[in-house]
Structures are given as C-alpha cells and as structure tokens.
C-alpha cells in the first residue's frame, strides 16, 4: 500500500484515511489557512527555504530545485535553496534527504527525533513530517525522508503535488492556482513501497510528433531527441511516480547510447533504463547495427552479435538498468537463422544463456541480482509455451495485443517464479491491422480492468506502456503510472471513474472537474465502438467498402458527438484563462477532433450513398464534410502554431501523417469536390415512410433482471466500458473454473412475435487461465444451461474484427419464439466481459 499511516493518534489516521479517497484539489492535509501544530509553507507570497545535504545523490538537488520552483509558481516568492553547511535561512525550513546519505537526516534519526519505522531498505518509499528544533536558529522543518534516491524524490514531487502543481505543469503546461499561504498539516505521512516496482514507459513510433517537434522547435541545434529532450521526459517521470524508460528507438532517431550524455543524465535523474522487448542487452539495433541486416543472425553469427551487445554491457553496466533478454529480427520482425518452432526454441534458449554469461563477465557475478526481462511478443509467445528454459530470476513480461487486451496472465507456477511477471500495455500501436497514433482513444476503463487483471493474477514486477509520442496521452499515461504506483490507492478512490473525477478536478478545478470527467468519459466511450484512425471499414489492400453502419445510426452517432461538442463548448468559456492551453492540449483537441474526423467521414460515406437518389441531400452532406475536414486542419494547425505561444509546433499530426507504412494506415479521406457540393436545385421531398420493423434487440450487458452471487465469486459492473453504461465481469479474477454453481446473471425478455436468434457481444478480452477459450454458462426458461464458448486467438478474423469493432459478436444458437423468457448467464471461468445481449428477428426461410 503506498500510503499508511505511522500511528499518531486517531484523529491523524482518520485524515490520512479521508486523503487517500478525497477527489479533492489540493490534497487536505495542505490549506491556506494556519493549522494547529502545522507547518507554515509560505506566509503572505514567502516560502521558506529548502535545505538538502550536497552530498547526497544528484537527483535529490534536482527534485529540491523543482520543488523550490513549484513553490515559487504556486505562491509567487522565491524560496532560498540551502545546502547542509549554509547558516540557517529561516526559523522554518524544508528539509529533503535520503536516508543513509544526509548527514542532517541521519543525524535527527540517530538522536531519536524523528522515527522512521520500517523505511530503511524499503523501495521507493518516503515519509513526510515536521520536527520542531532540528538545528540552532531553526525552530521548526518539515521532513521529506527519502529510503532511496528515488523515494527521496518522490517525496519532494509529492509535496508538489499536494500544493496544487500538475505532473503535467510542463508537459501540457497546466499552470498551478497561485496561493501565497501554504500550511502542512501535524502528522506524519508515509507513502510506499509502490505496487509496481518498476514502472515506466516506451517513446516509440515517434516519427509524426515527438521527433519533429524536438527537431524543429525544442532543440533546434541538435535537430534531434537528445539529452535536451530526455531531461524533460526524465522530470515528467519523477513527477509521475515512475522510474523506467525505454527510450525512442525508429530510425529517425539517432539510438539513445550513441550520446554518452543521455545514459549519464538519466542516472543523474535516478531513471532506470531498458529497452524494448525486441531490443536485447540495451542496444538500439535500427541505430547501432551497422552491418548488414541479415548478419543480424546468432545462428549464423553468435560471436559477432555477443561482441555488439558485450560493448554495450561495458559502457553502461554502471548504470541502473532493465536488461531485456531474448532476440528478434532488427526492426521488431520475427527471429532469424532458423525455421521452424523446435529449432527457433533451441536457439532461443542458447541465445539467453549466452546473454547470462554476457551479464556475469561484464556487469556482475551474481547475475541473479540483475534485473532482467523476457517478453513473450508474437511469435515468441509461441515458442515460450512451447518449453523456453528460462531461469527463475528473470521476469516475465505479458504483452497485450497492440490494442489494450491483454493476451496472457501469469499462472499459478509463473506467479511462484522469484522473477514474478509484468505487462507490456499498448496506449499507441503501429501495425496490423489499423494502427491507433494519432489521439489515445483506449479508454480508461479498459486500462484499468486489464491492468487491475494483470495486477490481481499477480504481474506486480514491471509495467511499462508504449505511450507513442507522450502526447496526446497525457491521461492515460496518468492513470497507468498511478496504478502501478498504488493500485489499493486507486480502488479505493473509485477505479477508473474516479481517476477521472480526481484528475479532471486537480487539473481544471473542483468547479468543473464533474463535467470534464464527464466529457472525457463519453469522448472515450464513442470512440471505443471505433477509433478516429479505423475510420474505414476495410484494411490496406482490400477493396474499399461501406461502414457497417445505416445511414440513421450513422446520423445517431454523429448527434453523439455533437451533444458532446456542445457540452465541451458549454464548459470551455468557464476555464481560467491560465489553463486555457492546457484545457486546449488535455480536452479540447482530442473531444473535438475526433468528433470532427467522423463528422468528416460519415458525412462523405452519406454523399456517395446518396448520390443518385437524393443529389440535393448528398451535396449538403458532401459540403458538411469538407467543412468538417478543413476545420480539422484549423484545429491541428492552432495546436502546432498557437498554443503556448507556438511551444509544441510540429507535436501534432493528423492520421495518416504521410504515406509511409501504408500497409499498417488508414487511407487519406477522398472528399467530393467543392464543385460538386453546391445546391443545384430545391430540397427533394421527404417522404412518410411507416416505422420499420424491429429487426434487432439490444439488451446492455448491466440491465439485468436480478444477480445471484456464487461464495466466491459475483458479477460486478465495469463502469464506462462498451456501448452502454458499462459492461460485467466477474470478480475477483481468480476466482476458479467450474461447469455449474458459478454465480449467474438473469435477463426477463417479452420478445415482440416471431423467431429470434440470441447472440452475445463481448468486450475482446483474452482468457484469464491462459488458453485460447472463453466459457459461459447459458440456460433458456430454467431448462439445462449449453457452454458458450468463444475462441480468442490472436491474428485470426475474430481478433481483427473485434479490436476495430471493440466487441466481439459470439452466436449462441439459441433460437427464441416471440413472448417472455428468463435467459440465465453463468459463470464458468473468470474471463468474459460481456458487453450486451443481441437479438435479431430470422427472416422466414433463414
């Protein structure tokens, strides 16, 4: 639990309990007002100084410079950086140390002054606390006691947090209230270890935002992503809890190693660095293999290839590193040297010796203590269940399948591995079957059930999320780093909807923190039915095509999206104007043009419908669409040109950005020419037409009748995932597998007459034991329930249509006559996630 109280006194517990579930801004153990036995922060715009020991580690000077910053933003004065030697700057100090580094810490502990329990030798963990008299001319400090550098500077970041100052303060220039008093409420605050211990993620694929951007408008000299750079993605990661980076690695790219700088700022920063799961041993093969690709190849080449990742392993195996075990093709592609499953696995295991080896010569002996990751991705995950011999301190890393399903949890032998398991996540994906780049639409809710999965069935060692360019992911980023730093934390303030409240409020104001999370809610449930990059419903390749979508449910999306635009445009006026580029980056952008690319989309797909037949109608729908497309490029071009002062010129790129990699992007749009958008005559009549026959049912999965739990297991709601108000999943997660007494939900249908065929739609998750099917319980009128049973495998036609669709449609073969019936769904393992109920009338003959 990363936050418990060290016990002082009743009324102390009940406030930290309140701050771990307060949706508050700021936190409460922070006011403008005096407290009694509180510590005075800043008085009347004067903060007091911080003081930290010289001696202790670098990024213990970085965290109390930003600190001594954010307090100066916050309250507007200027506070005095202090080192352990100088005289006493103020009756009151900020005092900042690491256990074990800081002579002025260490020596209030050696005296008994302040206790610190268990923090030594804890991971990642800090206490805040004031102590009255630490020093001659010093009648009170507040403590941040760090159990390591990183704990130490979590500490500090926290205390920002506290105040009033976003993670995002640079990154999405989210500008902190000014409040010239500051006072910490009496206590002592603990806060660690994390759930996670290492957590961090993977710049990738940034080609069309973060390298353009550093290239042109950050760091214009270098012209690249360098040390620049990095230090303020190094920042942003402290500022979120987060301690580990994969760093960018597409050709555009110089490699992250190629500058020494990078490496030697990021221990400054106490960032651990990896790489990813098709980059062994630290190295940036696109960048740093120099000889031919197809030398890539340990069959054929083993010394050359130990030699390359022998010279990494000598140059940076000072530094606090991740080391990813293993070997595939040089730009993520499939192993080489050998064909076939047996020879692949044989190679493989050869391969990871060699790397242990490699990491006992060069980095050290007991090559047990490193830690080192193997990541089961596409094939591989193949040839690891087919037999790897993979040691026991190695951690296993669960990929999902580029979309935000995870495809395989840790079971009961992989949780007893002393390595234990993590989870590479997916927020921006390039490749098949449709890439998602451009607007970071996994929403929330499915974050937090697969990762609260992984977390439950016991992925606790590493979590890292392929984040793109950083932005437009900021949310999600949020919420996948505070997860991993306290999930109990997380769950207990309201899940992903809570999140959502939390930082909508922390971020834009108690005042209007509801109707931001609101938006951003329902922005992600409209774009989970499909994303803004699958605006097309064919793959590159194949025959353009028709969305699947009447052109009335077309119409009912697109008046989704502009209720949403209209409570966007209510809300905006009443952002203060010092967040207003914030709003634009955070909320703005991504609600309106997503809502703008469909706009765009089924305005065009209705004109060539309606070509022919209602030539007036198709023309206003043909002129809607170039209106939607040319304000979609206003709006781009006011991200890169305008906000903050033309800050992010050359972040944002509307998708597809360019040609390149089309077999992986949606096609460029094809609008009708403003010639043909003009009205050549009066409106064609519209004409009564009788009310359709009802052709198809739909029962949200969440509208059921009644519930019966079973003693170990229920059906619980997930707020906000699917089409409806959420979808049902059964908790907890490891909950075992039976063929009857699972806990069941029941639906009573009155179904209008005729014959109805019973289909289910699932949210496209993958079973939870590790297989490739997912069971259900399914009984009509009491009569003896059928298994359901939906095949999950990746690749295959269902896994393509579901990650597009956001659903997958199971037949059940259930057949029903018009009039009422009772359907009864059990659980037979834990892993559906059923979305709806779906009942389509079978046409006489069918």
């Known amino acids: 639990m990363a936050q418990m109280a060290l016990a002082q006194g009743l009324a102390f517990c009940l406030l930290l309990l309140c701050g771990a579930a307060n949706a508050t801004n700021p936190d409460p153990w922070v006011s403008s007002y005096p407290m009694a036995e509180g510590f005075a922060l800043s008085v009347r715009g004067q903060p007091v100084p911080i003081r930290h020991d010289m001696q202790d580690h670098p990024v213990v000077a970085i965290a109390a410079a930003d600190l001594a910053s954010d307090l100066g933003m916050v309250t507007g004065g200027d506070p005095m950086l202090l080192g352990s030697d100088d005289h006493a700057g103020s009756r009151q100090e ?31 963990s800090f206490v805040i606390t004031s102590v009255t008299d630490p020093a001659p001319g010093v009648k009170k400090a507040l403590l941040i006691i760090g159990s390591d550098r990183r704990g130490t500077a979590y500490g500090a970041y ?40 290492y957590r961090g993620i993977f710049i990738n694929d940034e080609d069309w935002g973060l390298h353009p951007w550093a290239a042109g408008t950050f760091d214009p000299e270098r012209g690249d992503i360098g040390p620049k750079t990095y230090e303020k993605v190094f920042g942003l990661l402290l500022r979120l809890r987060a301690n580990l980076l994969w760093p960018a690695m597409h050709q555009v790219t110089q490699a992250f190693n190629a500058d020494p700088a990078n490496a030697r700022l990021a221990d400054r920063y106490a960032i651990i660095m990896g790489s990813s799961h098709a980059e062994p041993m630290l190295r940036n093969n696109v960048g740093e293999w120099t000889g031919a690709a197809a030398d890539y190849d340990y069959a054929k080449n083993p010394d050359l ?36 499953a047996e020879a692949q696995r044989t190679l493989l295991n050869r391969i990871i010796a060699d790397q242990r080896r490699l990491l006992a010569q060069n980095v050290s002996p007991e090559v047990e203590q490193l830690p080192q990751v193997f990541t089961p991705y596409k094939e591989v995950l193949a040839l690891y269940r ?6 026991d301190d190695v951690t296993l890393v669960w990929p999902d399948d580029n979309f935000g399903y995870i495809r395989q949890f840790p079971n009961a032998a992989e949780r007893a591995r002393a390595g234990g398991s993590g989870v590479y996540y997916h927020l921006s994906y390039l490749g098949a079957p449709l890439s998602h780049l451009w607007l970071s639409t996994v929403p929330p809710s499915l974050i937090a059930l697969e990762m609260g999965r992984a977390y439950d069935l016991g992925a606790r060692t590493l979590w890292v999320a392929n984040v793109g360019d950083i932005k437009p992911a900021e949310t999600n980023i949020d919420l996948f780093t505070s997860m991993g730093w306290d999930m109990e934390g997380f769950r207990r303030a309201g899940g992903a909807p809570g999140f959502l409240r939390d930082w909508s409020a922390r971020t834009f104001g108690e005042a209007l923190g509801a109707d931001v999370a609101d938006i951003l809610t329902r922005h992600h449930r409209l774009n989970f039915e499909r994303k803004p990059e699958h605006l097309q419903w064919w793959l590159p390749g194949e025959r353009p095509r028709r969305s699947d979508l009447t052109l009335a449910q077309a119409s009912k999306r697109l008046a989704a999206f502009d209720q949403l635009v209209a409570d966007l445009d209510r809300v905006q006026p009443l952002v203060p104007a010092r967040l207003r580029d914030a709003f634009f980056q955070l909320v703005e952008y991504p609600v309106r043009a997503t809502a703008l690319a469909n706009q765009r989309y089924f305005k065009t797909e209705a004109y060539e419908t309606l070509f022919n037949a209602k030539p007036v109608t198709a023309r206003k729908n043909g002129a809607e669409a170039r209106a939607a497309d040319a304000a979609l490029k206003a709006l781009t071009a006011r991200y890169n040109g305008e906000i903050a002062g033309g800050k992010w010129r050359g972040i944002m790129a509307e998708e597809p950005a360019d040609s390149l990699w089309r077999k992986y ?21 519209v004409p009564s037409a009788p009310a359709p026959e009802v052709k198809e049912i739909v029962r949200q999965a969440e509208a059921f009748s009644r519930a019966e739990a079973a003693a170990d297991a229920t059906w619980t709601l997930v707020p906000d995932l699917g089409r409806g108000e959420g979808a049902m999943a059964v908790a907890p997660v490891t909950a075992p597998m039976r063929e009857q007494g699972g806990p069941a939900l029941f639906y009573e249908l009155d179904l209008p007459p005729g014959t109805w065929s019973l289909s289910l739609d699932l949210i496209p998750t993958f079973p939870v034991d590790g297989g490739e099917m997912i069971r259900l319980g399914l009984s009509v009128d009491g009569a003896a329930a059928v298994t359901v049973k939906v095949v999950r495998v990746t690749g295959d036609g269902g896994w393509v249509q579901g990650v597009l669709d956001g659903r997958v449609r199971q037949t059940t073969g259930v057949v029903l006559s018009g009039g009422r019936h009772m359907l009864r769904l059990e659980m037979r393992d834990a892993s559906p996630v059923i979305d709806a109920l779906i009942l389509r009338r079978v046409a006489a003959g069918d």
């Open 665 to 685: 992007r949606l096609s460029p749009p094809v609008l009708p020419a403003a010639t043909l958008t003009l009205p050549d005559r009066a409106d064609e009549p």
């Open 386 to 391: 087919a037999g790897l011999d993979l040691p």
């Open 94 to 124: 900020v005092w900042i140390g690491t256990l074990g580094r800081s002579r002025l810490i260490d020596a209030l502990v050696a005296a008994g002054r302040v206790q610190v329990g268990d923090l030594a030798g804890a991971w990642e």
């Open 158 to 197: 926290e205390l920002s947090r506290a105040i009033g100052v976003s993670p995002w303060v640079w990154w999405a220039d989210v500008v902190p209230a000014r409040r010239p008093d500051l006072y910490i409420a009496a206590g002592i605050r603990r806060f660690g270890p994390p759930s996670v211990k």
């Open 305 to 340: 290839v130990r030699d390359y990742w022998r010279d990494r392993l000598r140059s940076n195996g000072d530094f606090e590193n991740v080391y990813t075990l293993g070997m595939r093709g040089i730009h993520d592609s499939g192993i080489v040297g050998v064909e076939g």
